[in-house]
């Protein structure tokens, strides 16, 4: 189990516990035991995999936040720009004198956070264990408005510099293009055409220069975990005329459908930790949405062992670019 989650439970159940709310919306919801007991608890969870767990807990889920609450709990991710957002984004959920309990690692910051929240709330409590931290304050009138005020601002799109493309805090390469998806874009061969999968599409960026630059590709599904970054795609994408399809869903469990093209930035990190399992995963479900002679474009950075699989799987696999810190991948299913 997250331990900031345990962290977070230890709220409730500790020497000093907190009472358990009537109604709590949770952002970033992970189920936990405890929580079967509770007598509402609504989470909202953009991570697919998280909420099909959360899910299958039997626990009520919304899309998007909504709704006053006493309580809202949060477990941020790793961006700066998302936990403040998220600080944001729980008092215009509070009823008056309402409660955000907050936790994260250590390694993440959870300290900082803490004085960010202190500051704002003019209030402060924590508890430490498991190596994270669970803090929680009271919204009332000792808040200092103007810096919920500020963090609001952080809250929904935001456009990259220099660029027509919208992103969101919390989603993948929300303040620039990755550099790996740069390099596979300027490596796109423009004969590519048919039908095309693009797997962890984020925000949309592959597809947006597939698009431009390889007019006989008839129509592309974009599978990705992110609901957030998924709704950016749909923004990014929707000069194109082409069919296009948009997946909420882990790529991991598989994919319907066959391709003649498959492109792929694979993540290679599940929360803070390397996860090289994810990547293989995600070469070996592209493998089987292949049509016979379809072909995978894939970009890793250089030191992630892809190779064997491509191998294990039978393509017929070449690499061809690298540079300092990436490579491109190009198989043919045979
Ligand atoms: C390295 S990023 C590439 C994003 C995008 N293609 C780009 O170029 O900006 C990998 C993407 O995979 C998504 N992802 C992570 N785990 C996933 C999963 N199990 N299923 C689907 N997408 C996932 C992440 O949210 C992220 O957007």
């Not at 803490?114 to 498991?130: F, M, P």
């Amino acid at each position: 189990m997250n331990p900031a989650l345990e962290t977070l439970m230890l709220v409730f159940s500790g020497e000093e516990a907190l009472p358990v709310p009537d109604r709590a919306l949770f952002l970033g919801a992970e189920p936990h035991p405890d929580l079967a007991n509770w007598p509402q608890v609504i989470g909202y969870q953009p991570f697919k995999p998280k909420a099909t767990e959360w899910d299958n807990a039997g626990l009520s889920r919304i899309e998007s936040p909504a709704g006053k609450w006493p309580l809202v709990m949060l477990l941020p991710g790793k961006s700066k720009d998302e936990t403040l957002a998220w600080f944001a984004i729980a008092r215009n959920h509070l009823e008056p004198g309402g409660m955000i309990v907050a936790a994260m690692p250590n390694t993440a910051g959870a300290g900082r956070f803490e004085k960010e929240l202190s500051k704002a709330a003019g209030n402060i409590h924590s508890v430490q264990k498991n190596k994270c931290r669970a803090f929680y304050a009271t919204i009332d009138d000792r808040c200092n408005p103007a810096i919920f005020e500020n963090w609001n601002s952080l809250i929904g799109r935001q456009t990259i510099a220099n660029t027509h493309f919208t992103v969101e805090a919390g989603v993948f390469s929300s303040g620039h293009v990755d550099a790996g998806s740069e390099f596979l874009a300027q490596h796109l061969p423009a004969h590519l055409r048919g039908k095309v999968a693009d797997l962890g599409a984020g925000w949309g960026y592959l597809t947006h220069e597939l698009l431009e630059r390889c007019p006989k590709v008839e129509s592309v599904d974009l599978f990705e975990a992110d609901s957030r970054a998924l709704d950016c795609a749909r923004t990014n994408l929707r000069k194109f005329s082409q069919p296009i399809g948009y997946h909420w869903h882990d790529v991991s469990t598989g994919i319907s459908g066959e391709y003649d093209v498959i492109l792929s930035n694979p993540p290679f990190h599940t929360g803070q930790a390397t996860d090289v399992d994810l990547g293989r995963a995600f070469l070996t479900v592209a493998t089987s949405a292949l049509k016979r002679s379809g072909k995978l474009l894939l970009v890793a950075n250089r030191q992630l062992p892809y190779e064997a699989v491509l191998q294990s799987s039978g393509l017929a696999w070449r690499k061809v670019a690298e540079n300092e810190t990436f490579k491109l991948l190009f198989a043919d299913k045979r």
